[in-house]
């Protein structure tokens, strides 16, 4: 596709189930981003990848959340017992060949709501 | 550690008014900064960036920046706002270390009115 697309746009789900969010970057975009847009804390950084591998995992909250690549193309966040905390818009970016200032081209999120 | 600080989180203006967001960062390092806009319900769409050379910095839409080392500022601005300009507005900077790991500010919502 022409941009980065995420699916489901919106999510709905129970305390305590698990969920897969996923990102499908521009073709030839090895580096990948995860971030997360909640009210009360803005926009955070929760993981990179660059290619299928992960050099940076510092912004996920707990160890209920994970996230792999295969293929050096789509990703999966992994949100496992959700809680009402890990309510928010879960926006994921890809870039070109890894430079510092490589733009970064954003999905339109996936809402995450949790009951 | 790189911070980013918005002035205003919400800004209001008249149609035809200067818009004036305001951005300061802190850096250790040289910083690359960026201004992205958020409309509602997409993604973020870069606006501009600065990485080295020239301070003023033009942008999508009749939008630009200027760096100012001396005041760590990277304020964006636009001569003459439009109606389709309401959005909201972030100010990052890259963290560096050989990817573009981003530090965004809290946000600016920008309101336009007649």
């Known amino acids: 596709g022409a941009g980065v697309s995420q699916s489901p746009s919106n999510k709905v789900t129970e305390k305590g189930k698990d969920v897969e969010l996923r990102c499908d970057p521009i073709s030839g975009h090895t580096a990948l981003y995860w971030y997360r847009q909640s009210l009360g804390q803005g926009l955070e950084f929760l993981i990179y990848f660059q290619g299928n591998s992960a050099p940076d995992k510092s912004g996920l909250p707990s160890d209920r959340f994970s996230a792999e690549r295969t293929g050096g193309s789509v990703s999966t966040l992994t949100i496992q017992r959700t809680q009402q905390e890990d309510s928010a818009v879960y926006l994921c970016a890809s870039s070109l060949p890894d430079r510092e200032a490589s733009i970064q081209y954003f999905g339109a999120g996936t809402r995450l709501s949790v009951l | 550690a790189q911070s980013v600080t918005q002035l205003g989180s919400h800004v209001s203006v008249s149609e035809g008014a200067l818009v004036l967001l305001r951005c300061n960062y802190s850096?250790?390092?040289?910083?690359?900064l960026f201004w992205y806009v958020q409309y509602p319900n997409q993604g973020l769409q870069l606006l501009l960036k600065y990485t080295t050379g020239a301070t003023l910095v033009k942008g999508i839409n009749g939008f630009e920046a200027e760096f100012k080392k001396s005041e760590t500022s990277f304020h964006l601005t636009k001569p003459s706002a439009h109606m389709s300009d309401a959005a909201e507005y972030f100010c990052?900077?890259?963290?560096?270390?050989?990817?573009?790991?981003?530090?965004f500010g809290a946000g600016t919502r920008l309101a336009v009115h007649p």
């Open positions: 850096s250790s390092v040289p910083p690359y």
């Open positions: 990052a900077v890259s963290v560096g270390g050989g990817y573009n790991k981003l530090i």
